[in-house]
């Protein structure tokens, strides 16, 4: 099985909503590790890495319109990154 290490940046509506909540919430239910941590342009920025089929439904999930998931917040746009695992352990809001 082929491991991922994702970094996405998540634009919009997505501090003080319980965004990075809702992707450890997710992050967890899909077996990824790593975290997601606000940045101080109204930003979160999200690293998760895991089997790439898990990585991949972690992104889907952050594109999704909120109408389809309990996903709080407004994302405009997502911004993502792949490369090799480091080694993440657990997954922590920071």
Do not use: C, I
């Amino acid at each position: 099985m082929t491991q991922k290490r994702l970094t996405a940046h998540v634009h919009g509506t997505v501090q003080g909503v319980g965004f990075r909540w809702w992707t450890k919430s997710q992050a967890k239910r899909l077996g990824l590790s790593g975290y997601a941590k606000n940045l101080d342009d109204g930003r979160v920025e999200v690293v998760a890495e895991g089997a790439e089929g898990d990585v991949d439904k972690l992104v889907a999930l952050l594109k999704e319109e909120p109408t389809t998931t309990d996903r709080p917040g407004e994302v405009t746009h997502v911004a993502t990154q792949y490369g090799e695992p480091k080694g993440a352990h657990g997954f922590e809001e920071r």
